[in-house]
């Protein structure tokens, strides 16, 4: 379409525009050039003939008939959980105030809820089996044999007598003890997160080294050091589990010598010093939980979600599927050469460093050694500061998604961009976007560093600049894949590309 590649630095930003629905506008020393439309295809301009609209309203464009259509997410096309706004997004139904420590609320959550019920007996809701450990820290005597009449007064007994792949049935209680799961798979399994806590001794409240296919179900996690330390183990289940309050990272997951995997369900992760959750290689995958609330320590200023290569290249991947990222520090999901694919899911409310009120990113995605990657499809990131999700040589699909209320960054009040897509003297950055919406933010909608950028159906809506292109370690491409509308409120603006000398925020 009219904003196509070229190889050449002046074709890259004043291509003539062939039947195009973007106006390009070009900042100059000696003031903008603009090329316009074609007037049959212009986004809010004049239709063609055989009974085409003669003009469209605000989020709408001409489709390649002539035609106005909407732009941005259909509203149909909402995932389950979310609702169609007024600038052609969907927004997540979430409670409308925060939820109480150990309370969930995912997408289509109206209200915040516990994990899972507690029942009235010792050991309510858990699977009974012929070979099952049953642990009560309530019980008194000294006979303890692992059945539900003498049953183990710790954690680690229990385990240890327990055959591979057996039960530990756990009664209410705060165990206080360095738990070790090695060389064989257990499943632990609590009354419920709110009565049955590993608090952790020194090291970590629960530590899975070398046991596959372990499990954790309905229990809380906290204490002194890591809630859950996972290593060269796969196939790992995390269901209905509150982890909270730790003194560093709540969920460590490292590969070293053999391949890592966890599977995180239904749970909660929250008040995390450091980072909520640490990958160094593995496969992680979130469905329906929430990591909120992590906060600095000497080492991490609070993100959400931490990943990168394991030490030996291993890159890390990370899916996360009808899930909420949020009020973390600095950065809800950091990812640095990994992959990432967030579904149906929400990044809102990051906040500021505590140590100079920088920051504040929603996705930050970083080249290290090989570009990082995310797919995004049917997701919001919004509230964030500084931008909602920062491409730096690295590769970004977006699909039926919106990016909304991007703020400045609370120390100097710059920036402000929905999405920022920046080069590298080495690494182009790349962003496909489709059927989307970004609205409101603080500067701009996209801010293009010497990058390329595929936009197609997007609804840009409230932006002081709804695109933004500039040369910072070479030339910048916009390639417009046509019916991208710009608007705001009942307003029907003109979509363009400017060069507005802004500057680049830092990267992590």
Partial sequence: ?????????????????????????????????????????????????????????????????????????PAELCPDGFAPNDFRGCDPILPAEPCASGEIAVPGDTECRPLAPCGSEPWAGIPVESNTQHVDGSY????????????????????????????VAIAAGSYSEDVMIHDKSVRLWGRCPELVELTGDLLWAVDIQDASGSELHQLALTGPATGLFLEDSVDVLIDRVWIHDTAD????????????????????????ASVGVVMMGGELTVTHSVVRGSFPDLFLPGRGIDMQPSLSGDVATLQLVGSVVADNHEVGIAVFGSELTLTDSVVQDTQPRE???????????????????????????RRNHVTS???LGSIVTMRLSTIDDTRSQQSDALFGDGMVVAGTPVSMA?????????????????????????????ALSCNPIDLDGETLDGPFTFDNGGMNACFCSDDVLLCKVLTSNLQAPEGL
């Avoid at 044999?145 to 049953?151: F, I, L, V």
């Avoid at 969920?251 to 909660?268: E, F, H, K, Y």
């Avoid at 504040?360 to 990657?373: H, N």
């Fill in 1 to 73: 379409m009219g904003l196509a590649r070229s190889s050449q630095v002046g074709l890259r930003r004043v291509a003539p525009l062939l039947s195009a629905l973007l106006v390009l506008v070009v900042g100059c020393t000696d003031g903008p050039s603009v090329h316009t439309t074609d007037p049959g295809t212009g986004a809010g301009g004049s239709g063609g003939s055989g009974g085409a609209a003669t003009e469209c309203t605000a989020g709408e464009a001409l489709d390649e008939d002539g035609h106005c259509q909407p732009s941005g997410v």
């Fill in 430 to 458: 790349e962003l496909s976007i489709d059927r989307s919406a970004i609205s409101h933010a603080a500067r701009a909608g996209i801010a293009n560093f010497s990058s390329l950028v595929a936009i197609s159906g997007c």
């Fill in 389 to 391: 999700l920062t491409v």
């Fill in 355 to 381: 140590e100079d009120d920088g920051f504040g990113v929603g996705i930050q995605l970083r080249a290290f050694g090989l570009p990082a990657v995310a797919t995004i499809e049917g997701s919001t990131i």
């Fill in 249 to 272: 990272g709540a969920v460590v997951l490292i590969q070293t010598n053999a391949p890592c995997s966890l599977r995180i369900q239904d749970s909660l992760v929250e008040g995390a």
């Fill in 140 to 167: 008194g005597n000294s006979d303890s044999d692992g059945t539900a009449e003498r049953p183990w007064r710790a954690l680690q007994p229990a385990i240890d007598a327990a055959e591979a792949d057996a039960i």
